[in-house]
């Protein structure tokens, strides 16, 4: 094993990356690979780094899984104090005689346990299950496990004191143990808290070790650990520990909680996110995870590993670690060289299990690293290494990969490719392990590596086409280069499929159509006639008519999806000429002190970033000069571009929180959706873009304007109907609906009001419902409250969790609110909505209950 300097239970210092999230206080060791950007906190080792440290993984680099932020904030100085008044409630009932608020004083009293456990998240190894399709789970590699020693006491014991009993024959009427973590401390479930449960019978067998837990590794739990106290489950996954544990309820049902129920399933794999919601899945008890399932994995020889011949001794030594669920014993580990038509099998002194196992019970808590010696000759002729476990069961590990929709307990054989190169050195061989965690690219099943071309594959299909095409990519690399041939002509189809009319056009041609009225766009060398199109486009016409005249190929890719282009096919009238050259674009007027290019993308640089919440950012981009404009007008929005951590380009609608009276920046209020598994496992791209990932001094391009409304001043509007033709006309009273971030088009319009109020000019009158999750998510409060002042604007708040003795409304937006908020209908009168496409679709539709025209 190789030497490293061991890495400390605690890191000393928090990692930089942290500064702007509510875990910037949490120390942290900078080398953990983050896999959903800077927050929450969800990370895995280097492979190498993690299996260097032996059988006992420092805490600091222990892989975490973080639902939200650490909820128990303290320091040096407030630690002792947070541990000696920490309280864990005891439920009265199903056995416990009266309520109890467990002390970690009262839990040290009680015999003393320290237990060597592997703890597994559900999703080790997933990212290969996302290359193949993608699951509602973030990219976990081969490192989402870690060993140490945990202490603490049997919950067992805990409830004994407290008047379950200890009789056998008592343990199988039905009866479960919940537990909790925090309230509030998650977004999903009545109390935000995250729990689950067992059955009584497994917590009170204490050979099977289950421990209320307040050291890892002799000391005091770190942070992300759990701090005070957790509960550690040996054999079973991670998601089962409750982290910061609350409460603790022996019930005749197993939990209620969200968590529970909407997270560590195994699903069958034909069911999709949707079903499972719509068919009840997450509520089959048949399909939850307890137990781990049998596992392993190489860490030698490693990922970009490279031996050259002229070094190569007689045999070379494979080394992994390998894991099962339930205490059972890894009773063999073999590896392959010729995809499974013999095998090496690993002699029984080269596994080495950690100290002090099995336990009393003969339980198997922790993984085995074990190593095999294969002569060098077999490995020269080996067209990948491939590793599987078996357990005393006799479970081993499949060939293939079986895809589910969470991508848990994902356990096919681990293959390491192996390809042949030549250097000035002389040959040598070249190693690649399947994914690399988080967004790192590498790994033979990467789409990089598969070069697939965009081919659609089944499940069944994708893991073994991504081995052939691999080493196809890899053998073409190779090969001598020849001289080049003349170039076949490239075959365009239709986004959809199927074929293109014949007729050619020149980007000159196209540039002529560039107008609202007489619309083309080339997508992909197909050139489209969109004016039919337009009425139908959910985005607005103004998205398509920006791209007017313009190959806008790049646009697409960054904001529909492949299903909103093949809406595109049936406009098709046919394919733009090769090789015609760029279009030229106007040159620009220096003179001019407006920012934005409706037909080009401008570049600005992010020179401040403010935080308003946990998770919302105040973001202010130089304008070219002090004595430059936006040159927005107000009611409509720019597209900001930016790449999901795919490196994929992304453009989101967003509108500025000032105004072209302020010269010389633009400030942006941008809340980042960071991941929130299940239902949102990716988050919002741009979002994390530009809140998490790029630093002050970085540029952003922006393109505008657009949208179909517009203020004109003095209550004018002006609109553009699904024809794209100019509508004005005038509201004295407008209502403004908003949810989220979809308030800063509404602050527009209010600012805008104000500056008319200083002018002496009587606005629009203006009445605002504004619907947040919770206070703390309501943006730009001092402003809006300050414009209600001015007389700008009538303010009404609404939440869907409020705080006690809240004094605004309540829930969702629902028809007494905008009955009581919103202007009667009229004439002179306008409703303006901003938010969640559902939020607008029932707004609208209980306006249009209240007598407002659709219109």
């Given at each position: 094993m190789?030497?490293?300097?061991r890495?400390?239970?605690?890191?000393?210092?928090?990692?930089p990356?942290d500064a702007?999230?509510?875990?910037?206080w949490?120390?942290r060791?900078?080398?953990?690979v983050?896999?959903?950007?800077?927050h929450?906190?969800?990370v895995?080792?280097?492979?190498?780094?993690l299996?260097?440290?032996?059988?006992?993984?420092?805490?600091s680099?222990?892989?975490?899984r973080?639902?939200?932020?650490?909820p128990?904030?303290?320091?040096e100085?407030?630690a002792?104090?947070?541990?000696?008044?920490w309280r864990?409630e005891?439920l009265?009932?199903?056995?416990?005689e009266?309520?109890?608020?467990?002390?970690?004083?009262?839990?040290?009293?009680?015999?003393k346990?320290?237990?060597p456990v592997?703890?597994?998240?559900?999703g080790?190894r997933?990212?290969?299950q996302?290359?193949?399709?993608?699951?509602?789970?973030?990219?976990?590699?081969a490192a989402g496990?870690?060993?140490?020693?945990?202490?603490g006491?049997h919950?067992?014991?805990?409830?004994?004191?407290?008047?379950?009993?200890?009789?056998?024959?008592t343990?199988?009427?039905?009866?479960?143990?919940?537990?909790?973590?925090?309230?509030?401390?998650?977004?999903?479930?009545?109390?935000?808290?995250?729990?689950?449960?067992?059955?009584?019978?497994?917590?009170m067998?204490k050979s099977?070790?289950?421990?209320?837990?307040?050291?890892?590794n002799?000391q005091?739990?770190q942070?992300d650990?759990?701090?005070?106290?957790?509960?550690?489950?040996?054999?079973?996954i991670?998601?089962?520990?409750?982290k910061?544990?609350?409460?603790?309820?022996?019930?005749?049902?197993?939990?209620?909680?969200?968590?529970h129920?909407k997270?560590?399933?195994v699903l069958?794999?034909?069911?999709t996110?949707?079903?499972a919601?719509?068919?009840?899945w997450w509520f089959?008890?048949d399909?939850?995870?307890?137990?781990?399932?049998?596992n392993?994995?190489?860490?030698s020889?490693?990922h970009?590993?490279v031996?050259?011949?002229?070094?190569?001794?007689e045999?070379?030594?494979?080394?992994?670690?390998a894991y099962?669920?339930?205490?059972?014993?890894?009773?063999?580990?073999?590896?392959t060289?010729d995809?499974?038509?013999?095998?090496?099998?690993v002699k029984?002194?080269?596994?080495?299990?950690?100290p002090?196992?099995?336990?009393?019970a003969?339980?198997?808590?922790?993984w085995c690293?074990?190593t095999?010696?294969?002569?060098?000759?077999?490995?020269?002729k080996?067209?990948?290494?491939?590793?599987?476990?078996w357990?005393?069961?006799?479970?081993?590990?499949?060939?293939?990969?079986?895809?589910?929709?969470?991508?848990m307990l994902?356990?096919?054989?681990?293959?390491v490719?192996?390809?042949?190169?030549q250097?000035?050195?002389?040959?040598?061989?070249?190693f690649?392990?399947?994914t690399l965690?988080g967004q790192?690219p590498?790994g033979?099943?990467?789409?990089?590596?598969?070069?697939?071309?965009g081919?659609v594959?089944?499940?069944?299909?994708?893991?073994?086409?991504?081995k052939r095409?691999?080493?196809?990519?890899?053998a073409?690399?190779?090969?001598?280069?020849?001289?080049?041939k003349?170039?076949?002509?490239k075959?365009?189809?239709?986004?959809?499929g199927?074929a293109?009319p014949?007729t050619?056009?020149?980007?000159?041609?196209?540039?002529?159509?560039?107008?609202?009225?007489?619309?083309?766009?080339a997508?992909?060398?197909?050139?489209?006639?969109?004016?039919a199109y337009?009425?139908?486009?959910?985005?607005?016409a103004?998205?398509?008519?920006?791209n007017?005249?313009?190959?806008?190929t790049?646009?697409?890719?960054?904001?529909h999806s492949?299903?909103?282009?093949?809406h595109?096919?049936q406009?098709?009238?046919?394919?733009?000429a090769?090789?015609?050259?760029?279009?030229?674009?106007?040159?620009?007027?220096?003179?001019?002190?407006?920012?934005l290019?409706?037909?080009?993308r401008?570049?600005?640089t992010l020179?401040?970033?403010?935080?308003?919440?946990?998770?919302?950012f105040?973001?202010?981009?130089?304008?070219?000069?002090?004595?430059?404009?936006?040159?927005?007008?107000?009611?409509?929005?720019v597209?900001?571009?930016?790449?999901?951590?795919?490196?994929r380009?992304?453009?989101?609608?967003?509108t500025p929180?000032?105004?072209?009276?302020v010269?010389?920046?633009?400030?942006?209020?941008?809340?980042a959706y960071r991941?929130?598994?299940?239902?949102?496992?990716d988050?919002?791209?741009?979002?994390?873009?530009?809140?998490?990932?790029i630093k002050?001094g970085?540029d952003?391009?922006?393109?505008?304007?657009?949208?179909?409304i517009?203020?004109?001043?003095?209550?004018?509007?002006?609109?553009?109907?699904?024809?794209?033709k100019?509508?004005?006309?005038?509201?004295k009273?407008?209502?403004l609906?908003?949810?989220g971030?979809?308030?800063?088009?509404?602050?527009q319009?209010i600012?805008?009001?104000e500056?008319e109020l200083?002018?002496?000019?009587?606005?629009?009158?203006?009445?605002?419902?504004?619907?947040?999750r919770?206070e703390?998510?309501?943006l730009?409060?001092?402003e809006l409250?300050?414009?209600q002042?001015?007389?700008?604007?009538d303010?009404?708040?609404?939440?869907d969790?409020p705080?006690?003795?809240?004094?605004h409304?309540?829930g969702f937006?629902?028809a007494?609110m905008?009955?009581?908020?919103?202007?009667?209908p009229?004439?002179?009168?306008?409703?303006?909505c901003?938010?969640?496409?559902p939020?607008?679709?029932?707004?609208?539709?209980?306006?249009?209950?209240?007598g407002?025209?659709?219109?």
């Amino acid at each position: 094993m190789a030497s490293v300097k061991r890495h400390p239970e605690e890191y000393p210092v928090p990692d930089p990356k942290d500064a702007t999230t509510p875990d910037a206080w949490v120390k942290r060791a900078p080398e953990l690979v983050r896999l959903t950007g800077r927050h929450p906190f969800n990370v895995e080792p280097p492979l190498p780094l993690l299996i260097a440290h032996g059988h006992r993984t420092p805490a600091s680099l222990h892989y975490v899984r973080n639902h939200g932020k650490v909820p128990i904030k303290y320091d040096e100085k407030t630690a002792d104090k947070i541990f000696d008044e920490w309280r864990c409630e005891l439920l009265a009932g199903h056995g416990v005689e009266k309520d109890a608020s467990l002390s970690l004083a009262f839990l040290q009293t009680l015999p003393k346990v320290a237990r060597p456990v592997l703890l597994v998240c559900a999703g080790n190894r997933r990212k290969e299950q996302n290359m193949v399709k993608r699951t509602i789970g973030f990219n976990w590699g081969a490192a989402g496990l870690g060993m140490s020693e945990w202490g603490g006491c049997h919950l067992a014991d805990v409830l004994a004191a407290h008047g379950v009993s200890t009789d056998p024959a008592t343990w199988d009427d039905g009866r479960h143990v919940a537990f909790r973590g925090p309230d509030k401390e998650l977004p999903a479930g009545a109390d935000g808290s995250y729990g689950t449960s067992l059955p009584l019978r497994y917590v009170m067998d204490k050979s099977n070790d289950v421990i209320l837990c307040w050291e890892q590794n002799g000391q005091r739990l770190q942070a992300d650990h759990g701090f005070p106290l957790r509960i550690i489950i040996p054999g079973f996954i991670g998601g089962r520990m409750v982290k910061w544990l609350k409460e603790i309820k022996v019930s005749d049902a197993c939990s209620d909680n969200h968590y529970h129920f909407k997270d560590n399933r195994v699903l069958p794999v034909n069911v999709t996110p949707e079903q499972a919601e719509a068919e009840g899945w997450w509520f089959k008890p048949d399909y939850i995870i307890n137990e781990l399932n049998i596992n392993s994995a190489i860490s030698s020889p490693g990922h970009g590993e490279v031996l050259k011949l002229k070094d190569m001794k007689e045999t070379y030594d494979v080394k992994g670690y390998a894991y099962g669920g339930g205490g059972r014993k890894i009773i063999r580990v073999e590896v392959t060289l010729d995809g499974g038509r013999s095998w090496h099998l690993v002699k029984d002194g080269n596994v080495t299990h950690p100290p002090n196992t099995p336990t009393p019970a003969g339980k198997y808590w922790g993984w085995c690293f074990w190593t095999i010696t294969v002569p060098t000759a077999d490995l020269l002729k080996a067209t990948n290494v491939a590793c599987r476990a078996w357990d005393a069961a006799m479970n081993t590990q499949p060939k293939e990969l079986t895809w589910n929709v969470m991508g848990m307990l994902n356990n096919p054989w681990f293959t390491v490719a192996k390809h042949f190169g030549q250097t000035s050195e002389g040959p040598r061989l070249e190693f690649e392990h399947p994914t690399l965690a988080g967004q790192a690219p590498g790994g033979w099943m990467t789409p990089q590596a598969r070069r697939l071309a965009g081919a659609v594959l089944s499940e069944e299909s994708a893991y073994a086409t991504a081995k052939r095409d691999m080493h196809a990519a890899r053998a073409e690399a190779l090969a001598p280069e020849e001289a080049p041939k003349e170039e076949a002509p490239k075959v365009v189809a239709k986004v959809g499929g199927g074929a293109v009319p014949s007729t050619t056009f020149t980007l000159a041609d196209l540039a002529k159509h560039d107008s609202p009225t007489d619309c083309w766009i080339a997508v992909k060398g197909v050139v489209y006639d969109t004016n039919a199109y337009l009425q139908d486009h959910p985005g607005g016409a103004s998205s398509i008519t920006m791209n007017a005249g313009t190959d806008c190929t790049d646009e697409f890719a960054a904001i529909h999806s492949r299903k909103a282009w093949a809406h595109l096919d049936q406009y098709a009238i046919g394919t733009l000429a090769q090789g015609d050259g760029d279009a030229v674009a106007a040159a620009d007027d220096a003179s001019s002190k407006i920012t934005l290019k409706k037909k080009a993308r401008v570049k600005l640089t992010l020179s401040k970033r403010i935080q308003l919440s946990s998770d919302s950012f105040r973001l202010r981009f130089a304008l070219p000069s002090p004595e430059h404009v936006l040159g927005l007008p107000i009611g409509q929005h720019v597209l900001i571009y930016g790449k999901d951590v795919t490196g994929r380009m992304v453009a989101r609608a967003y509108t500025p929180a000032t105004a072209d009276e302020v010269k010389g920046h633009v400030d942006f209020v941008i809340k980042a959706y960071r991941p929130l598994p299940p239902r949102f496992p990716d988050g919002g791209h741009l979002s994390q873009y530009l809140c998490d990932r790029i630093k002050v001094g970085d540029d952003v391009e922006f393109r505008g304007p657009l949208g179909e409304i517009e203020y004109l001043g003095e209550g004018a509007f002006e609109a553009h109907d699904a024809q794209s033709k100019a509508v004005r006309f005038v509201a004295k009273k407008a209502g403004l609906i908003a949810g989220g971030t979809g308030l800063t088009p509404m602050l527009q319009l209010i600012t805008a009001a104000e500056a008319e109020l200083k002018k002496g000019v009587e606005p629009t009158r203006y009445s605002l419902l504004l619907g947040n999750r919770t206070e703390s998510d309501i943006l730009c409060r001092e402003e809006l409250e300050a414009a209600q002042g001015h007389g700008a604007v009538d303010l009404h708040y609404t939440l869907d969790k409020p705080p006690a003795e809240w004094p605004h409304f309540t829930g969702f937006i629902d028809a007494a609110m905008l009955e009581k908020t919103m202007p009667a209908p009229g004439p002179d009168t306008s409703i303006f909505c901003c938010g969640p496409p559902p939020m607008i679709k029932s707004a609208i539709a209980k306006l249009e209950a209240l007598g407002h025209a659709p219109n």
